[in-house]
């Protein structure tokens, strides 16, 4: 209750600050708030304070990820299949022959291997 009011310049423990540091370099104090405001410190200091929202977005984030890389692969490894094949098995007739025995053998034993 009893309380003595601070005067100007002095913080909580009663250590006096100089005067002319609520007026010096105003300028400088303007580029700092607005520095502190691009770079979003106080999202930061949110996740520091909620450790637990900090690793949900992680993991979030690591998910996406992944979703797309495993979307991107299959895009990317189809079309390269289609490349493969349209370009190279139909073009090289080593390998188109020895495809097309495969074929053959395989429609052999589907449909019981008489003959042989």
Do not use: C
């Amino acid at each position: 209750m009893g309380e003595e009011p601070r005067a100007p310049g002095q913080d909580g423990g009663g250590a006096a600050l100089p005067a002319a540091a609520d007026h010096a370099h105003p300028e400088l104090l303007e580029r700092i708030a607005a520095y502190m405001e691009s770079v979003n410190l106080g999202a930061y200091v949110d996740l520091y304070r909620r450790p637990w929202r900090m690793l949900w977005l992680n993991f979030v984030a690591g998910l996406a990820r992944g979703v797309g890389m495993a979307i991107g692969f299959a895009i990317l490894g189809a079309f390269v299949i289609y490349i493969l094949r349209s370009s190279f098995l139909d073009n090289l007739p080593v390998i188109g022959k020895i495809i097309a025995q495969l074929v053959q053998i395989v429609q052999h034993e589907t449909q019981g291997g008489v003959g042989r």
